[in-house]
């Protein structure tokens, strides 16, 4: 099915073209690109304009640029005066054209799962459309609209920032029916004077919400109160406080497993996620609510939600062998490494100090924190349970660790060496911030055996 025909994307976007031509999706990316996509050149980083014509060769279906690249002047393009505000425009006219129910979540922490849970639970409930990877900026948010095809029944969109000023432009962008704040936390405080400061951001997802839309909110927090106020008067609140509409009684975490119980306005509801952690369950909560809001089946979604697991770097497990084929034993890995924040590394270390065997964390600096920083990554030692910490980073450095193990400014001069202090039995945790590249620290893990023959997709050990 076409996705864009060039008569439809020329009046979304005001632009010209002169070939005809249709398209079966949107890219950004030429290394991803697909036959038959539209190729936005975008120009962040590198000037997407300089890919066009790899993109083309490719199988693209046209380009949509600000300018003709050389020697491409009867090449499928799509002109626009602004390659980023076309896309925006494709994205506007793709979220008009549909009759979809949207959902947008945002939140300090829990974002990414949150919308990944919502994915598996939504499966087989209708055309189901869902932001790929963490798309949920100023350009993510308007490549998912773009993506998306008129007979959706849901989407689910994720909002991110690191800013002020991010969110309400994007919410607007998305026009949800539903607005879900997994949580609050100190983050991004580099931009942001206070919790409170990046509070109020999150609540701008509000002022995007269609006529009569739900806000669901995590009552848990000390923040609560602000979201409160800026929500409209229809308000979902999930959490253990008592009071809330979607209330988490229990939560039993072992053998790759989360099994929640929890309150809702149609009773008890107990179900598993296919991943370990208290931190998961509360997300899970949340997700309930919006499954609620989105008059989805819970009863359905509960039960494939036993086939979540927590995406790559953000809490997946892998059995890893030490020597060929396992010979010296096993080890579990859980990859954190995507991104990390005081709130996320405090969830990720208490789930670790819950494991059997000997707990190795392995933490990079924890980014964009400003004066704070300091502070933050010191309230990190008094978490219990871990046997020995490797750090990386000057930050992480000078955390007072009972337990420290190897230290270093960088991960691949800690990824040469933390071979040798792995032994079978062990649960390895690695988290950090994106920026530091703790990516490295995972290759080097599974390379001290024959990982990729040992992944265990169901996360039982």
Not at 3 to 25: I, P
Not at 123 to 133: D, L, R, S, T, Y
Not at 235 to 263: H, K, M, P, Q, W
Not at 275 to 295: D, F, I, T
């Amino acid at each position: 099915m076409n996705l864009w025909t060039r008569d439809e994307a020329v009046a979304a976007t005001g632009g010209s073209s002169a070939t005809d031509w249709q398209a079966q999706g949107v890219s950004i990316d030429t290394r991803t690109l697909e036959k038959g996509d539209l190729f936005v050149a975008l120009s962040a980083s590198r000037d997407g304009h300089d890919f066009v014509l790899q993109a083309l060769e490719k199988g693209a279906a046209a380009a949509l640029v600000s300018r003709i690249p050389e020697g491409l002047e009867n090449a499928p393009l799509l002109l626009v005066p602004d390659v980023l505000k076309g896309l925006e425009a494709l994205g506007i006219a793709a979220r008009a054209r549909t009759k979809a129910r949207v959902i947008a979540i945002t939140g300090s922490v829990g974002k990414t799962g949150s919308k990944e849970m919502l994915r598996v639970a939504l499966a087989g409930q209708g055309n189901i459309h869902v932001a790929e990877k963490s798309y949920n900026n100023h350009e993510g948010v308007p490549l998912t609209l773009a993506r998306m095809p008129s007979d959706t029944d849901i989407a689910v969109i994720e909002i991110g920032m690191n800013h002020p000023g991010e969110i309400a432009p994007l919410a607007r962008m998305a026009r949800p029916h539903v607005a879900l704040i997994t949580t609050v936390a100190p983050v991004h405080l580099a931009a942001f004077s206070s919790v409170e400061e990046i509070a109020a951001e999150k609540a701008e997802i509000f002022k995007g919400l269609e006529p009569d839309g739900i806000a669901i909110i995590n009552a848990d927090i000390n923040t609560a109160a602000i979201l409160a106020k800026a929500a409209p008067a229809h308000t979902l609140r999930f959490g253990l406080a008592r009071g809330c509409d979607f209330r988490l009684l229990s939560c039993d975490v072992g053998n790759g497993a989360t099994v929640v119980r929890a309150a809702s306005p149609m009773g008890e509801i107990m179900f598993k996620l296919g991943g370990e952690g208290a931190h998961l369950a509360q997300n899970a909560v949340g997700v309930l609510a919006g499954l609620h809001a989105l008059n989805a089946d819970l009863g359905r979604a509960t039960l494939a939600l036993a086939s979540w697991h927590p995406p790559e770097g953000r809490g997946a497990r892998q059995e890893i062998p030490l020597g060929p084929k396992g010979m010296d034993g096993h080890f579990i890995l859980i990859n954190e490494s995507y991104n990390a924040n005081p709130a996320s590394t405090r969830a990720a270390l208490e789930t670790l100090a819950q494991q059997k065997g000997r707990k190795v964390a392995i933490l990079g600096d924890m980014l964009e924190l400003g004066e704070t920083a300091p502070s933050l990554h010191d309230s990190l030692a008094a978490i219990e349970g871990i046997d020995i910490t490797h750090t990386v980073g000057p930050l992480m450095a000078n955390v007072p660790f009972e337990n420290r193990g190897l230290t270093e400014d960088r991960s691949q001069a800690l990824g040469g060496q933390i071979g040798r202090q792995i032994r079978a039995g062990d649960v390895v945790m690695v988290k950090g911030s994106l920026g530091m590249d703790m990516a490295k620290i995972i290759d080097a893990l599974k390379k001290l055996g024959d990982a990729e023959s040992q992944q265990n997709p169901e996360g039982k050990f």
